[in-house]
């Protein structure tokens, strides 16, 4: 599951389309330059959904989006983007969706302010005002200008279908739908060119640069301003650029941005399938099971856009939203006169100073994510805790082996899940990997399924220590802090930031580079807009596919879960 | 040539794609099909094929569901008592393996990745071209959906239908979403005596042309990584203008098709308790059933859910996936008990699909008759990701190419050779199918006619 596009906590602004005549010059775009090779980088979900938002407004809806995720790739569902292709049974989706924007677009309430221009007859083709259209919505569907081939495919739709159908409106949906079904519009086609400052390498394009740069920052298509410096070549200038990307980091789109970029490496794809037993744990009901990642994900555009505090501090705060749903798994009587009002009551909420929900480890979004439908996970949250937090690999379990003790939990011996992890990992083969995992989980094990507080296990007091890399810890509140300062906390979010960017892992010495930003930025933490300013401004984000390391090969399979 | 790929249609209906919609009158023919059922008695022409898969998780419990003896006269063991409804019509092969030639077994995976595409690959990623997709190429390619992929358990990724490098066929979850794709507004009824090719759905081609017809420069462009990415883009372009020009001619009429009951959302429970993914699947089973008696596919994939089963017994905490794993096995039954409740359970569920189809009658035969389901699961024993002794089912006749009703022993062949035998019965010309040791060249004779 992708980030649903919710009320966003910030406001953002007109349509592009809508805001495109007042910055982009009209109809005077060189044809695209058809020199170098192209890469496929696929649209992902939300990306698609965002791009067509802003392009064309809130009034129009992406209506029943099921074209799939994709699959994850060292951690990244971006990285697999650059893997999948396109199915016959997506690409009938993608033809629906199509039509059902289209339809959106020519509705009498907005095809005028959307269209930009009136027909000379409601019954007929009328290339005037249909080109006029087409060469403003390719620009941000196709995130540069159509070239003269593109642009005559349309009109020649637009001319056929208006004159078939007799309608003028049908002739402009018909070439729009034909944008949003052509490649050049699923896919980001990333295209290189020659790069002047190193002889006979590449580089990438200044549109495929600025799509780039967008699609990380914003989760969607370059605006106006970001599409006219491309044109221009000063995005490719060092000043340029800076100018660029100062301008979008400021801009309340980050906030798509932020929320896409956590919702892949958290993983809340896996909210698609959660299932918590609502016959052991009726508090968690489908509200809580839709608000979940919606408090972690407010929780985060809070504190890393609008506080700037630290990448750290989310592991650690005290401060977040909830719903009365989320209130009740939580335990907390929440002030309903706080309602911030609008469809869905979120209410900003500090927890008392040694309340355990602290931080994002305290949230139902990680603790029932990460465990079973009817009991907690030690295993299960310390391999979240490793390959989300962390990006540690956890090797999957071995064939051949007997789990028979873990989860009896009518075992009149092993009450607890850690005496029950603890006899399981005596086998050897077993140890090597539940030494990984568990001591971290344990830490959490003071939280059920749900992510209700709890102090015993069928009546034995829960243990919940734990330690990581030698250093010990009791309880959420320590291992938060030992999260919060450990390096590889840093270095994971730092390597994931560039992978989900450019969708693809650092090679060696983009590794050496990172590390070195991260030394940089270690005194005040790593704040998101400086991360995002320091990756975006190095020439590397822009390196082209094929200069980088080949990605590597281990992923999921197509129906693969957490074991 | 194929020999199902398309029928006579009216030549009347040459040229009416101009421009203008007509109305065309053709009466549905009373006698349409012989006597038998099982062709079309203006044409003499078979009635198309269908063929399903079946994916349930987790497989059998190992030592209860093996037939004491093989052929004809086998008896059920009481593990597969719930089958009993439909020992006649099915087939069921025992000792089968999947050989993972050095390769790590990936639990939960490999083993049905063999099955459905004849390959073990080294990893996850190298997931391609699955045998309803070849299927579909011989046989689907004149409906108006290619295949239909559903899952019961939520979870879009349940499928192991794919169709080139990485590209999985999502499944559908909803019911109701799939009634109305079906049976929706775009729905055109094949005993209608009335016929208007749709100008709606003249553009809509037209549109797809004009992308294609952009093939060729973008492909000259791509890199040599993305080729065939973008190939596969372009393959599933021409897919679908193909099924929008399905859609442009008349329908042939079929006698047996019917409409379902209309679904809405309010008439689904998706979840993962036993009595929700029964519930589901109960009614995918139904629309896939009318989905095929009315002509608008002629192949389907059906996944209870993924391999990791979140299947559930109500009350219990532990989902099935876990159970197989941690569920003592009792000393005195010798098996885990709540996991073969589970695996009973799910039999149920292929017994409901198998009677959907076969609930619907064609002349003299029922749908079933000239369907070929293929049920296929995970691991021999999930408990210890064996790979050893899969259980394994065909249903229905294939037009009258499979004989049913048997048991038949591999002897530890590759549980590929029930995909050949599937291809060969289906009239494709394979002669083996699989790679390395599970490269199949020996079909199971007995069944097929």
């Known amino acids: ?563 | 040539m194929n020999r199902y790929r398309k029928l006579n249609r009216r030549e009347v209906l040459r040229g009416v794609l101009g421009g203008t919609a007509v109305s065309i009158a053709l009466p549905v023919l009373e006698c349409f099909l012989n006597e038998s059922g099982t062709a079309y008695a203006a044409t003499g022409q078979e009635l198309p094929p269908v063929f399903g898969t079946w994916f349930w998780g987790l497989g059998l419990i190992p030592q209860l569901w093996v037939p004491k003896t093989t052929g004809s006269a086998y008896e059920l063991p009481e593990h597969l008592s719930v089958l009993a409804p439909v020992k006649s019509k099915i087939n069921l092969y025992s000792g089968t393996q999947v050989f993972l030639d050095g390769k790590v077994n990936q639990n939960h995976f490999s083993g049905a990745q063999c099955q459905m595409t004849g390959v073990v690959s080294r990893n996850g990623s190298d997931y391609t071209t699955s045998l309803d997709s070849l299927v579909a190429d011989h046989i689907g390619k004149r409906t108006r959906f290619r295949s239909i992929e559903v899952s019961c358990d939520g979870n879009r990724r349940s499928t192991w239908s794919a169709r080139g490098e990485y590209g999985m066929n999502p499944a559908e979850i909803s019911p109701a979403v799939l009634y109305t794709k079906l049976f929706g507004p775009d729905f055109r009824d094949p005993n209608s005596a009335e016929f208007t090719p749709d100008p709606g759905v003249m553009v809509r081609r037209s549109v797809l042309s004009g992308v294609s017809e952009q093939r060729r420069a973008l492909m000259a462009r791509v890199s040599a990584t993305d080729r065939s990415r973008l190939d596969q883009y372009f393959t599933s372009l021409r897919d679908l203008e193909t099924q929008l020009s399905v859609e442009l001619e008349r329908p042939i009429p079929l006698p047996a098709c019917s409409q379902p009951v209309a679904l809405v959302e309010a008439d689904e429970d998706i979840g993962t308790l036993v009595e929700q993914t029964r519930k589901t699947h109960k009614q995918f089973a139904q629309l896939l059933a009318h989905a095929t008696s009315c002509g608008q596919t002629q192949v389907f994939n059906v996944a209870l859910g993924s391999s990791f089963s979140p299947l559930r017994k109500p009350g219990e905490p532990t989902a099935y996936h876990q159970l197989t794993h941690e569920e003592r096995i009792d000393p005195q039954l010798g098996y885990q008990p709540t996991c073969r409740w589970l695996a009973e359970r799910q039999m149920e569920f292929l017994v409901d699909l198998i009677q959907a189809l076969d609930s619907i009658r064609e002349g003299e035969g029922t749908l079933l008759d000239r369907s070929l389901l293929f049920a296929y699961t995970d691991h021999g024993e999930a408990r210890l990701h064996s790979m050893k002794d899969y259980p394994v089912f065909t249903a229905g006749r294939a037009g009258g190419r499979m004989k049913t009703g048997f048991h038949l022993s591999a002897q530890g062949d590759s549980a590929t050779r029930v995909g050949l035998t599937i291809q060969q019965a289906l009239g494709m010309n394979a002669g083996n199918w699989g790679t390395e040791t599970n490269n199949a060249s020996k079909v199971f004779s007995e069944v097929l006619a």
């Open chain 1, 1 to 563: 599951m992708w980030p649903r596009l919710k009320a966003p906590i910030l406001r953002t602004g007109a349509s592009l389309l809508a805001m495109a005549s007042l910055i982009v010059p009209q109809g005077s775009f060189a044809a695209a330059d058809a020199a170098g090779s192209v890469y496929l980088v696929r649209l992902t979900p939300s990306q698609y959904e965002r791009s067509i938002l802003d392009v064309f407004g809130p009034g129009v809806q992406v209506t029943r989006n099921t074209v799939g995720t994709g699959f994850r790739d060292e951690g990244l569902l971006a990285i697999g983007t650059r893997r999948i292709a396109i199915t016959s049974a997506e690409m009938q989706q993608y033809e629906k969706l199509a039509q059902g924007i289209s339809k959106q677009v020519v509705d009498p309430r907005r095809r005028d302010t959307l269209v930009g221009c009136k027909p000379r007859s409601e019954t007929a083709p009328d290339a005037s005002c249909a080109g006029s259209f087409f060469e403003k919505a390719g620009l941000f569907l196709f995130r540069r200008p159509l070239s003269k081939v593109e642009l005559d495919l349309f009109l020649a739709t637009h001319t056929e279908a208006a004159t078939q159908l007799g309608s003028f409106n049908a002739g402009i949906a018909a070439a729009l739908s034909q944008m949003l079904v052509a490649p050049e519009f699923l896919f980001r086609l990333e295209t290189t060119e020659p790069d002047p400052a190193r002889p006979g390498m590449q580089r990438l394009d200044a549109y495929s640069a600025a799509s780039r740069l967008s699609y990380l920052l914003w989760d969607s298509s370059p605006d106006a301003g970001l599409l006219a410096a491309a044109k221009s070549g000063r995005l490719q200038t060092t000043e340029g650029l800076q100018q660029q990307v100062e301008r979008m980091l400021m801009s309340p789109r980050m906030e798509h941005g932020v929320r896409a970029f956590f919702t892949d490496m958290l993983g809340f794809d896996g909210f698609a399938t959660l299932s918590i037993d609502s016959t052991l744990y009726p508090r968690f009901t489908k509200n809580v099971l839709e608000d979940a990642d919606e408090q972690t994900l407010r929780t985060i555009v809070d504190q890393l856009l609008i506080r700037n505090n630290p990448y750290g501090e989310l592991f650690v705060t005290r401060q977040t939203f909830l719903t009365p749903a989320l209130a009740a798994v939580y335990g907390v009587p929440l002030p309903r006169s706080q309602e911030l009002g609008g469809a869905v009551p979120w209410v900003p909420y500090e927890y008392p100073e040694g309340d355990p929900h602290i931080g994002l480890l305290g949230q139902a979004s990680f603790l029932s994510l990460n465990s079973h439908p009817g009991t907690s996970s030690p295993t299960l949250r310390g391999k979240a805790l490793r390959e989300k937090l962390l990006c540690q690999k956890v090797p999957a379990p071995p064939a051949n082996v007997d789990f028979s003790l873990v989860q009896d939990v009518n075992n009149p011996v092993y009450k607890t899940a850690r005496q029950r992890l603890t006899a399981h990992a005596t086998e050897a083969t077993c140890a090597a990997c539940h030494k990984i995992t568990d001591p971290m989980g344990f830490a959490l094990e003071n939280f059920d399924t749900a992510a209700g507080f709890r102090r015993a296990e069928r009546g034995e007091p829960i243990d919940a220590t734990g330690s990581l890399n030698g250093r010990d810890f009791n309880g959420i509140h320590e291992l938060a802090k030992v999260l919060k300062d450990a390096p590889a906390t840093a270095s994971c979010l730092i390597n994931r930031t560039f992978s989900y960017g450019t969708q693809r892992q650092p090679s060696r010495e983009e590794r050496a580079w990172l590390t070195g930003l991260q030394r940089e930025m270690a005194t005040g933490g790593i704040r998101w807009r400086e991360l995002l300013r320091r990756i975006t401004l190095h020439p590397n984000f822009y390196s082209v596919p094929d200069t980088a390391p080949a990605v590597a090969a281990r992923v999921e399979g197509p129906a693969a879960v957490s074991n």
